[in-house]
């Protein structure tokens, strides 16, 4: 092997190990009692889920409320103890880090919360929210070059830098999720969780922030796992999309892909739900409901857990866990059926 080849199975190679997700499962204790607290169930909030992701790209993680996304999303940022499996950042196992490689880790991975205003500290003003991370970190010691970097990050995310001496409740909801995305962005991550990051937003809003998010992206290189229920916004920002259901990954492929040519039911139903822009186009399409009713995640149905409200399932799809699996190049599915 030439030295131009061997560099380029290394980069190969370093890519697929930025982040890998293994056999993942996060269940939640269910406690009775007041005094004496015994456990009597499990909320089996994500079981069991594989995916590897590439430095650079943006993976979309999208289902129904409940099915386990932000609690994947929260597993990988460590603010949760997994019940099992492995997450590898850069080739380490993320679970045995000490504290000094934990504080390193949690400066590469940053989040952009959900609700822009709960996740701001309303006593703190702006400049003092974004200059924490870096005193945290110790990134930047010097209180004048915090002050210069925190207009710059101000800049940066299309904000005034008169912004800085405001508190959160002076400012619009797509000024405050600016305000979040500057302050993931000042301890220079390299991955950043973004979950539900522009579901609170008015449509117009939702555009300028994901435009915003696109342009970091490309100019410092940065890696997504974009957490949401929208898929068109998703089908424009991501790279490649994976499907949850009931804790499970049922189905991830690239993005054109999977809404051209999606193949397990449950993502299907899930493309099928999205209104046509067209009124008459809408008005004329014949309507699949999925039928039944989503089962609990303290007792999900044994083999495939979709196979309640699937319109294939048989009944080998009661036994058995479906395989994840390659169904054509680069799209996986779990299902028997297809």
Request: charged fraction near 25%; include cysteine.
């Amino acid at each position: 092997m030439s030295a131009v080849e061997e560099t380029a199975s290394a980069s190969a190679a370093q890519q697929m190990d930025f982040l890998q997700v293994n056999d993942l499962r996060m269940y939640f204790p269910v406690t009775e009692g007041i005094l004496i607290q015994r456990k009597v169930a499990e909320v089996k909030a994500v079981d069991g889920i594989s995916f590897s992701m590439h430095k650079g790209e943006t993976l979309g993680l999208v289902g129904e409320s409940g099915c386990g996304k932000t609690t994947t999303g929260r597993c990988i940022l460590q603010l949760e103890k997994i019940t099992s499996g492995q997450i590898r950042y850069d080739g380490n196992d993320v679970t045995a880090f000490n504290k000094a490689e934990m504080s390193a880790y949690r400066q590469d991975v940053q989040v952009i919360f959900q609700d822009p205003f709960s996740s701001l500290n309303p006593r703190m003003k702006i400049g003092e929210i974004l200059a924490e991370p870096m005193r945290v970190h110790k990134i930047i010691t010097n209180k004048q070059d915090r002050d210069k970097r925190v207009m710059e990050l101000l800049n940066i995310c299309g904000l005034s830098t008169r912004f800085a001496d405001r508190y959160p409740h002076e400012m619009s909801g797509g000024q405050r999720q600016r305000v979040g995305i500057a302050r993931a962005l000042s301890v220079d991550p390299k991955f950043i969780v973004c979950d539900e990051a522009v579901s609170a937003l008015d449509v117009s809003i939702q555009a300028q922030v994901i435009n915003l998010l696109e342009d970091l992206r490309e100019e410092f290189g940065l890696t997504y796992l974009f957490i949401s229920h929208d898929l068109s916004v998703v089908r424009h920002i991501c790279h490649r999309v994976a499907v949850m259901y009931l804790g499970k990954m049922v189905e991830l492929a690239d993005c054109d892909e999977l809404f051209d040519n999606p193949i397990h039911p449950y993502t299907r139903a899930l493309l099928d739900a999205v209104p046509i822009p067209d009124p008459t186009i809408e008005a004329a399409r014949a309507h699949k409901i999925v039928t039944g009713e989503i089962p609990s995640p303290m007792n999900p149905p044994p083999g495939c857990v979709f196979h309640p409200r699937c319109s294939l399932a048989v009944d080998g799809c009661k036994q058995g866990v479906p395989e994840f699996r390659e169904v054509k190049p680069n799209h996986w599915v779990a299902c028997t059926e297809v």
